[in-house]
């Protein structure tokens, strides 16, 4: 288990490398670190000296290498328009769409768990039949468009939940919840449901495929002839088994989830990660660009390896042979 | 070619299409939207891209069937007072051509990386494939997206706008070539030990013929699967794109840009600037799909679980 | 005094999308209290279809379509789910043919034993794993101690195979049908499962169905051999006389193929062709292509069983039993 555990992150180790290095060419050739720190009233004779100062004319692998040393640090640069550390920038806005996708999660796996399990035991079932064929329009309706529409109703015609916005935060210890007000609760049942959607087709098609060819194994077949409850047989024998490739693609779809917070956050003007990216882009802003790159980088490789690792943990046979 | 005609009607593609009318009917609707993308010049009742037919007053006249509708909009008209049907088609006919595009580069660089990777094996091999599970541990559309943002930072935002469509091609086909690869790769290594192979090379072929001529075309079957979902995946791309002001600008808009201009205005009640490019795109998208799934399940119902 | 286990004119379908097949057309036998008997026949003749409808796990389409199957006087076809539950794992025992499939993967054999005694008895787990400890040590299982954490893949297939027989014993059985319980296993291995089963019937009295394809296994084992072949019983009587005096040609054919009366050198017998298929079952005997001694009657009409030399002694054939 433990030799396991050292290879991925080993892995984990050499792919954040490599972001690293994407990112800071990205920032080297892009960007304009001194037009970031002085703006744009400098005259070339002086844009040269601070050029040199703040060692902008170094071979390329000492820059990077400095790069390095201050991305551990913390330092990943200075916003241009924010006049702030980038790192600072992104981490203020993090918790808004750490706690978005938490709430996606939390509906995606509450909603397609019990659906996918019921569709696999009774496929033949109205609901079962009906879910299966609206997941292919699921499928086929972009995120943004699916937000449109909830406000559209919820929003604007019904009236019922708010359209834009968190709501009221409350700071705790630096992180501003919307979790723990009524009002903050309320702003991101709309958004987290848009976010679900578009894992949920893929889910629920998934556990239902799983469960099924779980429940021909010849092994839940001897657990029928132990005489056990069913309930037992689908919920333990059964679904442990559909768990291990199910958690795999939980893992990966988080992050994709993270990728659609960005065009999530835009409809609903979600002061998160994703709508600072774009405002980002929108003001040529590259070390806050270079920077997010860097953090989201670091979260999917994060997420990715302690899922592999949860799974060598449910899966017995991993750890022994320490291969998959 | 009148041999291969002949195969295809006997074949058993064409048998249980005939008996599924799920498939024939996605086919015809994908057929007739093709046409009416491609033939966009002709049908469309105006030219949304002449700026002297555009008036600005004309802006946000609902569809002529409600009240204040007006005679020569049908389906009424956008923030910039163009005829929303007529830019909807010549946006669907952007749609088309970028995700036809999109796909065809992805499929030419991941065809290629795969033969090479499954052919070749060895450091290559690694090499490629590597390269390709990196790409793949980040989402396609996060990838997408930060190339775009690039894209528009270096060529700035007038230069974007000009050379949008080549550019989102580039975009898209680069964000996902590692599905083709992957897919084309593990279909030449199950190739690779079959006896034909073996003939080939006993031959004397050399190794770029027997990749190309022998083992490829066995392969197609697994990439004809992928492609539906692929053009599917490239065209909601596109979309999203757009819609985040990364993709067709307002003055060329394709359907996600239509959606992303309308936003704005269902507070205000003009719904229609945005529903309605909205479903032509979902069915677009869902006839794609529909017929990608039906295709998966003639060609080989086990082979892509996702 | 009621049979252990009568089946009478047993019938099972398979509904299909065109149509439906007889499985198994008419079977009858009987069993007492800790008797062993043996169904024996080649792959396909029904013989795991009449095993699972004993205790009514036939896979999907497949369902009993006619007689009666009596367990102690008590009729269990028509039983409800909830009843036969307590029948199964508990009155009547299965064990399947591999046991690497057996075995549920994910759960430690701890588990899947307490669960089994927890299902029919009120007891607690540590009650219920002192039985288990029992049990593993009837089967012969090394520090059963340490063995009920581990997980099924942590053991060898012989030795698999002896925990899921001891997950039969857990509640003391009358009955155990093992189905191919050694087909899986390596040829050394089969004969200490063998051993084992038979010693283990011996002393707790408890009955045994043995099927499988093997005469050599089932004449060691098994009191009385039923012969099945397409759906029927076309054979049946005391194991002793019937590997002696095999009165149906089929039965006379696979005995000649056993190895063991073959002298070194001599090749070895085949019985030409091979069984039909549900779908291609012949008129008349269905063994009747196969047949050296088929006359024109076996082409038209099927043969009863029918006394063929000794009471218990049945066969039906024509030619050999009489009714020609």
């Known amino acids: 288990m433990f030799a396991f555990i050292v290879r991925r992150i080993t892995q984990a180790v050499f792919v954040m490398i490599v972001i690293s290095l994407v990112g800071f060419s990205i920032k080297n050739k892009i960007g304009d670190p001194v037009r970031d720190m002085v703006g744009e009233r400098v005259t070339p004779a002086e844009r040269e000296v601070l050029r040199d100062d703040l060692g902008l004319n170094d071979p390329f692998l000492v820059q990077y290498a400095r790069f390095l040393k201050n991305a551990v640090r913390g330092d990943l640069g200075l916003s241009f328009f924010h006049k702030k550390s980038a790192l600072k920038v992104i981490i203020s806005k993090a918790p808004a769409t750490l706690e978005l996708v938490f709430v996606a999660a939390l509906i995606l796996i509450f909603v397609s768990f019990p659906i996918g399990v019921f569709t696999a035991i009774y496929p033949n079932n109205w609901f079962s039949r009906f879910t299966m064929s609206f997941s292919t329009l699921g499928v086929s309706i972009p995120v943004f468009l699916t937000a449109i529409m909830l406000i559209f109703v919820f929003a604007v015609e019904l009236n019922w939940l708010p359209s834009y916005g968190r709501g009221e935060t409350v700071n705790l210890w630096g992180w501003d919840s919307g979790l723990v007000t009524a009002d903050g609760l309320k702003h991101l049942i709309l958004p987290g449901f848009s976010l679900a959607s578009i894992m949920m087709p893929l889910f629920i098609r998934l556990i239902r495929s799983e469960m099924m060819e779980v429940l021909e194994t010849e092994y839940i077949k001897f657990a029928w002839a132990k005489g056990l409850h069913r309930r037992r047989i689908w919920l333990l024998h059964a679904f442990k088994n559909t768990l291990l490739p199910v958690i795999t693609v939980f893992g990966v779809q988080i992050g994709i989830m993270f990728a659609f917070t960005i065009l999530t956050e835009t409809v609903f003007q979600w002061q998160g990660m994703g709508f600072m990216f774009l405002e980002a882009v929108e003001r040529s802003d590259t070390s806050l660009l270079v920077a997010y790159l860097v953090v989201v980088g670091a979260i999917f490789v994060f997420v990715n390896t302690v899922v592999d690792i949860l799974y060598g943990f449910v899966n017995p046979t991993v750890r022994i042979t320490g291969r998959k | ?306 | 005094m009621p049979h252990l286990l009568e089946v009478k004119d047993l019938e099972v379908k398979f509904a299909l999308r065109f149509g439906e097949l007889t499985a198994i057309d008419g079977v009858s036998f009987a069993l007492e209290k800790g008797e062993r008997l043996g169904i024996v026949g080649e792959s396909g003749a029904g013989k795991s279809v009449t095993g699972f409808a004993i205790i009514n796990l036939l896979s999907k389409p497949g369902y009993i379509s006619g007689g009666q199957i009596l367990f102690n006087g008590n009729e269990l076809n028509n039983l409800p789910d909830s009843a036969m539950r307590d029948i199964r794992g508990n009155r009547i025992s299965m064990i399947f043919q591999d046991p690497m499939m057996t075995l549920n993967p994910v759960l430690t054999i701890g588990t899947q034993m307490v669960e089994t005694l927890q299902a029919h008895r009120d007891i607690s787990t540590a009650e219920a794993e002192a039985i288990s400890l029992d049990k593993l040590k009837k089967v012969s299982i090394p520090s059963p101690g340490k063995r009920l954490k581990q997980y099924p893949h942590e053991f060898s297939g012989g030795m698999r195979q002896r925990i899921v027989v001891a997950i039969a014993l857990l509640n003391d059985p009358a009955l155990i049908i093992a189905d191919e319980p050694t087909t899986a296993l390596d040829v050394t291995i089969q004969a200490e499962i063998i051993d084992l089963l038979l010693d283990l019937c011996a002393m707790e009295n408890m009955g045994l169905i043995l099927i499988t394809h093997d005469l050599g296994v089932v004449s060691e084992v098994t009191q009385k051999i039923a012969v099945m072949y397409a759906g029927k019983i076309v054979e049946s009587g005391p194991t002793a006389r019937i590997i002696e005096n095999p009165q149906h040609p089929y039965t006379r054919g696979l005995i000649k193929a056993l190895p063991g009366i073959i002298s070194p050198g001599e090749q070895l017998y085949q019985i030409p062709g091979m069984m039909p298929t549900l779908t291609n079952i012949p008129a008349g005997c269905a063994f009747h292509p196969r047949c050296t001694l088929s006359v024109p009657k076996c082409q038209t009409d099927i043969p009863d069983l029918l006394s063929a030399g000794g009471e218990d002694h049945l066969a039906a054939c024509f030619v050999t039993a009489g009714g020609a």
């Open chain 2, 1 to 306: 070619m009148k041999r291969k005609w002949e195969q295809f009607k006997k074949s058993y593609l064409l048998y249980s299409f005939k008996r599924d009318p799920v498939a024939i009917l996605s086919f015809c609707v994908l057929v007739l939207l093709l046409l009416i993308g491609f033939a966009a010049p002709l049908i469309s009742p105006t030219n949304p891209y002449d700026a002297d037919s555009i008036d600005i007053m004309n802006s946000e006249i609902p569809p002529v069937w409600s009240e204040e509708g007006v005679e020569g909009f049908i389906l009424g008209t956008d923030v910039q007072g163009r005829d929303l049907l007529s830019t909807m088609i010549y946006g669907l006919r952007l749609s088309i051509v970028i995700g036809l595009g999109a796909v065809m580069l992805q499929a030419l660089i991941g065809i290629s990386f795969g033969l090479l990777a499954g052919y070749l094996g060895g450091k290559i091999d690694a090499l490629l494939m590597r390269l390709a599970d990196i790409q793949l541990s980040f989402p396609y559309l996060m990838v997408a997206i930060f190339i775009s943002a690039i894209f528009q930072i270096v060529f700035g935002i007038g230069r974007y706008a000009d050379l949008a469509v080549p550019l989102l091609v580039v975009i898209i086909g680069l964000a996902e070539w590692p599905v083709y690869a992957r897919t084309v790769r593990a279909a030449v290594i199950g190739e690779k030990n079959k006896e034909y192979v073996e003939a080939a090379r006993v031959i004397g072929l050399s190794k770029r013929i027997i990749m190309v001529r022998h083992v490829l075309p066995n392969t197609l079957t697994s990439v004809m699967v992928i492609s539906t979902i692929q053009v599917a995946n490239a065209v909601m791309s596109e979309a999203a794109l757009s819609f985040l002001g990364l993709g067709m600008p307002v003055t060329r808009p394709s359907l996600g840009s239509l959606i992303r201009s309308g936003f704005e205005y269902i507070f205000s009640g003009s719904w229609w600037i945005t529903i309605f490019p909205g479903i032509l795109l979902v069915i677009f998208v869902m006839v794609i799909n529909l017929l990608g799934d039906w295709l998966r399940d003639v060609l080989n119902p086990k082979l892509y679980k996702g």
